[in-house]
């Protein structure tokens, strides 16, 4: 089946660093990109979704400033966390799509990020 | 907006036992997907089953197998001869049907399921 690969998927790094996530399709081209975020014990939230060469959606309430999304190929999207902060700390985790929408998404394995 | 509402936020079994994770949803639209997904400790999100609003009848994937009752609004899932594998965060999810293109989930905020020996 599909392969979404996510890294890294465990980074601990002190606080105002930039921490860059990627997500790569291996065996299909994703036009879309989502990227979550999920707290402890709770659900996933979007956070925006990214288009091949297109400037990604933010919801209401994400930094876009804050978490920089790119999605400059089919097979890969990155999300930076700039300038992390100890509330940054969480679970963030990617899908891809194809073009077609009766084929589910793949999910990446998760990334989780601990700010000190 | 679409929500999803799972009511169970913990849910235990007995291992061979069969048992039935609650979900519904709200939406004005009327082509969409359904989806269940699994999130076991390593934090992969599985896909265990899915249902197009469209079908009548119920999505089953061995041994999970589905609700739907589109005029309700509630799509179930059912376990049967549950294993300790089975052990998990259930998430039910809602996906508009765009057509062409593919939106995002939205999520419930999920059933910790536990299989016991």
């Known amino acids: 089946g599909a392969v979404v690969s996510q890294h890294p998927s465990w980074v601990i790094c002190k606080s105002g660093t930039s921490v860059k996530i990627e997500c790569r399709s291996l065996d299909f081209q994703a036009t879309t990109m989502f990227w979550y975020r999920q707290f402890p014990k709770q659900s996933l939230m979007l956070m925006a979704t990214s288009n091949e060469g297109s400037k990604a959606t933010y919801e209401q309430g994400v930094e876009k400033d804050k978490f920089l999304i790119n999605h400059a190929s089919l097979t890969l999207s990155t999300l930076t966390v700039t300038s992390a902060h100890p509330e940054d700390s969480s679970f963030y985790i990617c899908s891809a799509a194809g073009q077609e929408s009766n084929q589910p998404q793949h999910f990446g394995d998760g990334t989780r990020l601990s700010i000190l | 907006a679409q929500t999803v509402t799972q009511s169970q936020p913990e849910m235990s079994v007995q291992e061979a036992e069969t048992v039935t994770l609650s979900c519904t949803y709200d939406t004005s639209e009327n082509n969409y997907y359904l989806f269940w997904y699994k999130q076991p400790p390593s934090r992969q999100m599985i896909l265990v089953i899915r249902?197009?609003?469209?079908?009548?009848q119920n999505a089953t994937e061995n041994r999970f197998s589905v609700n739907f009752q589109k005029a309700a609004k509630s799509f179930s899932l059912k376990i049967s001869d549950s294993q300790l594998g089975d052990t998990a965060m259930y998430f039910c999810?809602?996906?508009?049907?765009?057509?062409?293109?593919?939106?995002?989930?939205?999520f419930g905020k999920g059933t910790k399921l536990s299989v016991k020996p």
């Open positions: 249902q197009e609003a469209y079908k009548q």
């Open positions: 999810a809602f996906m508009k049907n765009y057509g062409g293109s593919q939106g995002n989930l939205i």
